[in-house]
């Protein structure tokens, strides 16, 4: 999966470019319908009873996830980036699993057990 | 002094200025959105049994404007690739359509949304109280089924000087569906459609009540996570548009007659934004409206 190359300024060029541009707009409106489709799911999905609360929250999130890993590829472009944006997102999403981390510590009583 | 690669890539990053300024501004903000929701994990998970209201907010509206915040970053995008095909009427358009569907997003919150909320009220009722109440609660019905029991009855104060007032001894409530049916199978989990307060009227003592008021921040735990995370979203949507709008005018158009790849890239950082901002609501709508 390739984003649009940068813009050459040979203009003959430029029409074959603004040819590929062309047909990543098509991906860009499927991944918008995609994403509607998605949110119509994910409401159906929380009035269907999976058992436990905790059960629904499970799926409900993992729709979520998917849903945001879509923009996160497909319109953010992280689907094919530059390897320094990637550096810096492997270090977001160490300190912020260290952030959820430091939440569930709260529960984490070595006295009464 | 010209602010350097604009447009084209830096040799030590490989990238233009703007695209990895956006990436750190983007990294502290999911730090700055993660802390908020580890707060609202840790509140939802310790809230006891009961504490955590379902199905207080309007679905259907909620849908409406996740929908709409889809919509405006499939057109964000569509703006951006309008400029790299250099067709800026078509830029202009899809802007326009972007800043629209952000202004709705922010009127359906602040005048539809939060106003409703602030004139809903709730009565927690103290333990020893909740047997008196069975009539309206119908926990018997509930403990039977493994659910969480309730304890607060919620719906239209009819004497609002009530509040004030300590010579008013009781509340007059115009109670929501649920309180007024609460044995019926129906009620046991939220609906789709809202439904709107009943005309019966329960009158609640304030010596049985624990603490009454109206459905704002400092109601309860679910309320003061929802206008935290939700109001600090809205103003990233609100920065978002100002941004947009600034795009979109005329002074925008300078830029673009300069050098039309100086715009797209701002039209790209902008709309990167834009797709976090997205993002985000992808989680808030699950967890405050669903579930």
């Not at chain 1, 409401?43 to 849903?67: E, H, Q």
């Not at chain 2, 929501?176 to 789709?192: K, L, S, V």
């Amino acid at each position: 999966m390739n984003n649009p190359p940068d813009v050459s300024p040979d203009p003959a060029e430029h029409e074959e470019y603004a040819h590929g541009v062309h047909q990543h707009v098509m991906r860009y409106i499927m991944v918008g319908a995609t994403l509607l489709v998605f949110t119509l799911i994910t409401v159906a999905l929380s009035y269907v009873d999976f058992g436990t609360p905790k059960a629904n929250i499970g799926v409900a999130m993992a729709v979520a996830t998917f849903k945001a890993a879509l923009v996160a590829a497909i319109f953010m472009h992280l689907a094919a980036e530059k390897r320094l944006i990637y550096r810096v997102l492997i270090f977001t999403g160490f300190f912020v699993l260290g952030l959820f981390w430091l939440t569930f510590l709260a529960w984490y009583d070595p006295v009464s057990r | 002094m010209e602010i350097p690669y604009t447009v084209s890539n830096r040799p030590d990053t490989g990238l233009w200025n703007a695209k990895i300024g956006i990436w750190l501004f983007l990294a502290s903000e999911v730090m700055l959105f993660g802390g908020l929701f580890s707060a609202y994990i840790f509140l939802r998970i310790d809230a006891p049994p009961g504490h955590w209201p379902h199905g207080l907010l309007n679905v259907p509206v909620g849908t409406m404007n996740t929908a709409i915040l889809i919509a405006s970053s499939v057109t964000v995008v569509l703006a951006w690739a309008a400029l790299k095909m250099r067709k800026y009427r078509a830029y202009w358009w899809y802007m326009l359509i972007t800043i629209l569907c952000g202004v709705i997003f922010l009127t359906v919150k602040l005048v539809y949304e939060w106003p409703d909320k602030f004139q809903h009220f709730g009565a927690y009722l103290k333990p020893a109280a909740l047997e008196k109440y069975e009539q309206y609660l119908g926990n018997h019905h509930l403990e039977e089924k493994g659910l969480p029991l309730r304890t607060e009855i919620t719906g239209h104060l009819h004497n609002k000087e009530a509040l004030k007032d300590p010579n008013i001894h009781e509340y007059e409530v115009a109670v929501d569906p649920i309180y007024a049916d609460p044995t019926n199978p129906q009620m046991d989990r939220p609906h789709f459609w809202p439904k709107h307060a009943t005309d019966k009227i329960v009158t609640i003592e304030k010596a049985d009540v624990e603490r009454a008021g109206f459905f704002t921040p400092d109601h309860n735990t679910f309320f003061a996570t929802y206008f935290t995370i939700t109001g600090l979203h809205g103003l990233h949507v609100l920065g978002g548009v100002l941004v947009f709008i600034y795009m979109w005018l005329p002074v925008s158009k300078k830029i673009y007659q300069r050098n039309p790849e100086h715009l797209a890239n701002r039209v790209e950082v902008s709309g990167l934004f834009w797709h976090f901002v997205d993002l985000i609501w992808i989680f808030v709508f699950p967890l405050f409206y669903l579930l």
